[in-house]
Every structure is written in C-alpha cells, then in structure tokens.
C-alpha cells in the first residue's frame, strides 16, 4: 500500500483541508489506486533525461516596468468576506499566549 | 445558423445583434433547464452589448468579423461584472474586479457574451459531475454526461443556445467534451491563448480554446481570441496562426498524416475505432499521405499527467484561503485563521479537488519527489521527443479524440482512475504544449453517440489542424448530406433552433 489513511490524514492537515473521517475512510484507499497507478512512470528508463516543466521553453519573461490603472482600494476590498478600516479583516492569525 | 452565416448576415444587415441575441436567449429559456449548460445567463448585460454593436453598425463605424454574434464562456474566465464561480462553492457569488484578456478581446470584437457555462469545479473532471452545481446534459442523450471540464460549453453549443463558445484545456478539456458532444473544439498551442485572468489549475497546461459547430466557426473565434499578451509570461510573442484561411482552403493534398499507434487498442470501443478507421482512409482519399507512427511513451502520458496537474493544483488552490475574497467557514471569534481557512477549504472544495489538492501534496513531497514529479517531468520530456520525432517525418498525428463514447451520468462519478480514461488521447498535446482539435467523424454504431477525430500538429502550426479538420468535414458532410448535429435527438423542436 502506497499511501496510509495516517498519511493521507497529514497531507490534508497540510493543505489545510478539516477533512472528516468519514471522508478520510473513502478518500483513502481512491488516493491508493491511483498513486499505483501513477507510479508506473517509475517504469519508464529516464536516466539522464532532463525534467520539463513547462513546453514553451521561455525563461524570465519581464514586460517593461510602466505604471498603469490599478483597482482602487474600494475595488480590492470589495470581494472580501470581512472588512475594517480599509484592510482585509482576518481571524487573529497567532496563539493566545 | 453557423457563426460565420451570422456573421454574414449581421454584416449585410438581414439581421440585427438585438434579434440575434434575443433568440439565443429564448433558446436558453427553453431548452437550459433540461441541458444545464449554463451557471448564470447575461442577458442584460448581453443585450446592452448587442444594442451597442447595432449602434455602432448603423453609424457605419467599422466591426470585426465576430461583432453580433454570441459566444457561451466558460464560468473560469474572469468576467467583471458577472459571477465567475469555476462550478465550486468556494467561489459562489464571487464577482472579479477584472476581465480576464480573453474576456476582453472578445468584448472588444463586439462578440456578445451570453451567460458562464458549467464546468468540473475547478476544470478537474470530464464530465461536469464534479461542478458543485449540478451535471450538464448531453444534447444528443440528456442521461449521458457532456464530457468536461468544459461540458457547459460543449453542451451550449450543441444544444443550438450558442453558436460560439470557449473553455479551457489542461488534460482534453475542450477536445472530449467536443468530441462527445459531436462539435468542434480546440486546444490552441500552449502560449498560443493568453491565460490572464483565467483561474489557474495547472498552469503549464492550460490552454483557452474555441468549441463551435464548424470547423471555420472555431477558426474564426480562434483568431478572435488569440495572440501575445503580455500580462501572461508565457504567452507566446508572435503572430496567430493563419487558422481562418486555412479552415477556408480545406485542402489536405500532399499532406503527411501519421496514425498514432499507441493511441488505439484495448479500451477503444469498436464504433470509435470504426469511425476513424473511416476517416483517415477519406483523408488518404483526398490527397493525404498516411503512414502509422509510434510515441512509445505516450502510454506514459496519463500517469505522468496525474502527477503533474494535481502537483500543480495543490500549489494553485492554496490562494483559497478565506481571507481576502470568496467563501469563509467558521469566523465566530474562537476559531484563529488556520482553523478558518481548514473549515472554509473542506465546505467549499468538492471532492475530486481535495484528492487532487492531496495528491500533488504527495507527489511534492519530499522523500516521493524525484521517484514521483521529478520522473513525471522525466517522461513529459520523452514525450515531447516521439512528438518531435513524430513530426519529423509527418505534419500532423491523428487519433480518436476519446477512446469512448460519451457514458452514462453517475457512471464514473465516484471511480476515479475510470473517469481519468476519458483523456486517454488528449493528454500528450497537453504535456508537450502543441495544438490540437477534435472534429466530429460519425456516430458510433453501438449507441448511435458521437466520434471525434483528433488532428494534433507542431507547435505554432495550428493553421494545419484546421486545414485537416475542414477537409474531414466537408466530405464527411457531403456523405451524411447534412450536419452531424441534426442527428441529435436528446432535444425535442429542430424548427425551434436559432
């Protein structure tokens, strides 16, 4: 077996996912097929092939640094799910103590 | 009508944009709730446009070729002013402050947006069952799935409630929705589309692209919806293909052909299989050179895809954080903003996002790396080489779009290495950021459901898909001696159609 329920369980603790158990029962062993399945590329003799993350080959792509319209702050903060004097309102993001 | 007959007809003014329009919105009215295809219909907005574009056409002011006719956009693209969802509930009534360049252009070639069609939450899927809103129907049989992401798009289209529409492509996206769907549809070389404002699955994979009902009507909305942008850094600095002329030329004499060898066999339904058999020997018959090519590795190419898009999704998704735009979960003054985003990302992701989320979190992971993306990113690069090769000795690689007809909704729902089959053959276009198209070929004798061909050629050489493409659809029509489209019967009211 590739990948535990413990380890499936970590990784989403990880990508802050608050998955339930029950979901944890059925994603589990759906996550084992598949890496089987996908470990087959560790079949393929890759020896010093060079990896490709991207096709078109561009590197370090800059457009010239000129000054255009932007949003206003009105406009920025005007999806936000909570708002206070101008800035993006946030759970406190440090522990009590 | 064709968008190009609109097109047509809008210029000689037989009609006006207000009218064109206003009976795609009727046909939205009367067929949407059974078809699904669309999240959110515009039609205030849609009319301002066309009202805009009659305004400009009466006064003589000069319009491109598209000004008038609608086009459906896949809930992906930033569009200001409407919702722009991705079909997940993390995004409900999330409306950007931006267009997306795509969006944009099409504004600006007076194209009259209809309404955001239905896509798998976040474009992972092939079937539109993963959008957190509900399945979209397949025309041609309403319990059969439209094919996805982009199946609100490929079931608009093919539903008559729009002659144009655009999606995205990451794995076959555009190519098997089409392709079930028996339309048009194609994935534009890499770069080739700017991806500015398109919310990002993975990002050295996606590519926006046309669905239309012709092979031309896609070239045309191609053209339209084209070329560099420097907003995006892998946009690609250079002209448009001739995809328009070579769509009108139709010609394919002389031209090489290779048949994919490994993209057939076990899996591929026989009516499928049939059906291109067909075409290729119309394409040999009209001047092709066909000879049989081998891409070992493309059998690689699924893994090696279901590696790199959820590592790259799992990086891409972590901007769901709850805190400066879309859904959030559990704010009540106990919980700190962990716990916040944990709750907000478990209620507003569906499932195939949180495997995929997980997934590339594994295959990133350190200690699985090197045996897991980095070989992944391995064979991306042999597969880039048999295209390389393969393209050495022909100009363009056929194959079947899907390997399959489309399936029954609920069938694949909740397995899925099964779903994941549905882009058997569009995912080495993807990997190696060339152009492809799929093109309807016939119906399938089992169940009577559409084929699609695949034509896929070099980078930048998008002109030769439309070439093929049109030369099959235009003998393939003069044989069926109609559209394939007519023979869809999951709609009742062929006189009702706009």
New interface residues.
Partial sequence: MP?TRD??AH??????????DA?LD??AP??D???T????????A?EG????????G?TN???DDEPGPC?TPA??L?????VEQQR?K??????ED | MTAAELAAALERKEVSATEVTRAHLDRIAAVDDRVHAFLHVAADSALEQAAAVDAKRHNGEPLSPLAGVPVAVKDVFATKGLPTTCGSRILEGWHPPYDATITTRLKQAGAIILGKTNMDEFAMGSSTENSAYGTSRNPWDLDKIPGGSSGGSSAAVAAYEAPLAIGTDTGGSIRQPAAVCGIVGTKPTYGGSSRYGVVAFASSLDTPGPFGRTVLDAALLHEAMSGHDPCDSTSIDAPVPPVVAAAREADVSGMRIGVVTELSGEGYQPGVMARFAESVELLESLGAKVTEVSCPHFRYALPAYYLIAPSECSSNLARFDAMRYGLRVGDDGTRDAEEVMALTREQGFGAEVKRRIILGAYALSSGYYDAYYGKAQQVRTLIIRDFDAAFGQVDVLVSPSTPTTAFRIGERADDPMAMYLADLCTIPSDLAGNAAISVPCGLADEDGLPVGLQVMAPAMADDRLYRVAAAAEAALTGRWGRPLLAEAKGLPGEGDRA
């Fill in positions: 990948i380890e499936v990784l989403a603790r990880l990508s802050r996912i608050a998955l339930s979901e059925h994603l759906q996550l097929q598949i890496i399945a996908v470990a087959q590329v560790q079949e393929v890759a092939i060079p990896p490709t993350s991207h096709a078109t561009l792509v800059y457009r949003l406009e920025a005007d999806q936000a799910p909570a993006f946030v759970p406190r993001i440090l522990g």
